[in-house]
């Protein structure tokens, strides 16, 4: 069984740009959760969905946004890129409605903004 | 708001040494404690986890025990290997299907052969 992918791995943008992260959760995981990962903060909430609506979201500004597709799929995107923005995006997948907190997480999208 | 606070790294162990690893949290209500590792180049696992109180979780030699009246959910494994070096990072889950799981920094375990 495939387990969650993340494209692309690794990635390097300059300030202003803007970035897409793809995520794939494993087959018949209908919620997808992204996080950031950096030093001095560590896991930050970004956003769940469930069933192409959002769950529920974490306190990041409106430059953060993300969606699913009917297929479960969901991209997260980023504007406007800081310095800041540099870190290690994880996404996570879960089969259940209940949101019983436990994840399936991929392997991460490195973003190093220049 | 609800947290988690979880003792620094990084911790170096010899094999077959035993293993503790602090958490402490804070929450309104009762949350669902968790513990998920992190191996070099991977994503987070699911360790284990405890649903209410004096429960304990248990996976690969590692237990943690959900301590209501100290609020604090410890991880130990009696001994270590080379293969469980990694971040473990110690979370929580309140707000029922509105609620995230909310993470510690992580600690590091490095263990020598």
Redesign the interface.
């Known amino acids: 069984k495939a387990g969650v992918t993340q494209t692309p791995r690794y990635l390097i943008k300059t300030r202003g740009q803007q970035v897409t992260l793809s995520c794939s959760p494993i087959s018949g995981h209908r919620s997808v959760s992204w996080y950031q990962q950096t030093p001095g903060q560590g896991l930050q909430f970004l956003f769940e969905y469930f069933s192409e609506t959002q769950r529920n979201k974490g306190n990041f500004p409106g430059r953060f946004s993300g969606r699913q597709f009917s297929n479960s799929r969901s991209e997260m995107n980023v504007s406007t890129l800081e310095l800041g923005d540099s870190a290690l995006y994880l996404c996570a997948s879960s089969r259940d409605q209940t949101n019983t907190g436990e994840l399936f997480f991929g392997e991460g999208s490195r973003l190093t903004v220049l | 708001g609800d947290s988690v606070t979880q003792m620094e790294g990084p911790v170096t162990l010899s094999e077959e040494a035993f293993l503790t690893i602090n958490c402490t949290y804070t929450a309104t209500g009762y949350p669902?404690l968790?513990w998920?590792v992190q191996y070099p180049?991977?994503?987070?696992?699911?360790l284990l986890?405890a649903t209410k109180a004096d429960d304990k979780g248990s996976n690969k030699g590692f237990e943690a025990t959900y301590r209501k009246e100290t609020t604090s959910f410890h991880l130990e494994k009696g001994s270590v290997q080379v293969s469980d070096s990694a971040v473990y990072?110690c979370?929580l889950?309140s707000g029922?299907?509105?609620?995230?799981?909310?993470?510690?920094?992580?600690t590091k375990l490095s263990v020598k052969p």
Request: proline share 0%; glycine share 24%; hydrophobic share 35%.
């Open positions: 669902s968790f998920y180049g991977e994503g987070l696992q699911l986890k990072f979370a889950k029922g299907s509105q609620g995230n799981l909310i993470f510690g920094k992580g």
